[in-house]
């Protein structure tokens, strides 16, 4: 194999596809990335058997074949090269890679004429939708803080996802918050389709759809997301997805609006305090136009503050994890949040005004009687 590239699209490729290479593995080889040099461009692959992402960049082909070396090496010394060009070739099937640039060389040891492992096909029927540019971005925003991150239920550590006549559904949650949002597909017809992806795959998602156009498809087994120059695939999680619905509330016996900079302000400063209580919550109190929030530990002191908010319904009196609220707020675009109350120990919907299919529901702490 031997090809000539450019240094910036190469480093650029290689640092996007090393992200799925888990730290720690049980194969060598699956710290590999994988160069096919073919039809004047290169493949390059990576792994970790449950996620692929490949990135096809333009090359000068002189000699095709392929190798698989070492993502890290192989990435850090492609963005130190300081030439505009470089070339890369394999001498024999040993694996050895010699890298040059101007003058310079540096060889790698690869593995061998060993190839990454197959990875697993889109089965059965399987429906591709469009995605516009930057969507997947702001649908990360919204979703990723709210999956577990423990390992308890693993089915929680995904986002669901429901394509249906219209539209494409998501929902995140780990057991004590729901985060709820959906995109517009008004040419989709087709069958009603369930599935819940690994929360990496719309981490990565975002990357890739940043400033381009994605396609979508959903399968049997398999999500594959694809843009111009990058496919990204995983395996679908197994497992039944919590019925979100039935915690999304119908009532509200407060409803009001509020400055979202002034909201997340007190919250922060309070979370000083509450931080280091170990019950590590911050009292809303609700009177109409006006919410009190306040913190205290019993070694630290305590915090009051108030809030103008545009509001009508009963009085209330509740406790929130503060990290859970901040993290709420941050995902909103808008100047202005609706904060709706479903009463005592009931969820609170937090609805973004710049986005209405956004919204997110958090639970209150119980209360010690």
């Not at 070339?87 to 099937?93: G, P």
């Not at 913190?295 to 509001?311: I, R, V």
């Not at 609220?325 to 973004?352: H, N, Y």
Request: aromatic share 6%.
């Amino acid at each position: 194999m031997h090809f000539y590239a450019t240094q910036d699209q190469l480093a650029k490729a290689l640092s996007s596809v090393s992200r799925v290479i888990m730290p720690q593995n049980n194969m060598a080889i699956l710290t590999g990335v994988q160069l096919e040099a073919r039809d004047q461009s290169l493949l390059l692959t990576a792994t970790d058997l449950f996620t692929t992402l490949q990135s096809e960049i333009p090359v000068e082909v002189s000699s095709p074949g392929h190798v698989v070396l070492p993502a890290s090496l192989l990435t850090d010394l492609i963005q130190r090269v300081p030439t505009a060009t470089l070339e890369i070739e394999t001498e024999d099937a040993s694996g050895k890679a010699v890298v040059k640039y101007g003058k310079n060389r540096a060889t790698l040891h690869g593995f061998g004429t060993e190839r990454l492992p197959e990875f697993q096909q889109l089965e059965g029927p399987s429906d591709t939708i469009t995605i516009g540019a930057g969507v997947f971005a702001r649908l990360a925003r919204e979703l990723l803080f709210s999956c577990a991150k423990d390992e308890t239920r693993p089915i929680l550590r995904g986002i669901s996802v429901k394509l249906d006549a219209g539209r494409l559904v998501f929902a995140a949650t780990d057991g004590s918050r729901l985060s709820h949002t959906w995109v517009a597909i008004p040419e989709y017809r087709g069958e009603v389709r369930e599935c819940v992806i690994p929360a990496k795959i719309l981490a990565e998602a975002a990357r890739l759809n940043a400033n381009e156009d994605a396609r979508l498809t959903i399968g049997r087994n398999v999500v594959r997301i694809e843009t111009e120059a990058s496919v990204l695939m995983a395996r679908l999680l197994d497992g039944q997805y919590p019925d979100y619905q039935r915690v999304i509330p119908q009532d509200y016996v407060v409803q009001g609006r509020v400055r979202v900079s002034d909201f997340r302000g007190a919250l922060e400063r309070s979370n000083l305090i509450a931080a280091r209580d170990r019950t590590s919550s911050v009292r809303i109190r609700h009177q109409v136009g006006q919410l009190d929030i306040s913190a205290s530990a019993a070694e630290y002191g305590q915090t009051f503050e108030s809030l103008e908010f545009d509001s009508h319904g009963q009085e209330l009196d509740l406790l929130f994890n503060p990290t859970y609220l901040l993290d709420a707020l941050k995902s909103l675009e808008g100047e202005e949040a609706v904060l709706e109350f479903s009463g005592v120990q009931s969820p609170l919907r937090i609805r973004d005004t710049e986005n209405a299919q956004y919204s997110h529901i958090v639970l209150p702490l119980r209360q010690l009687v």
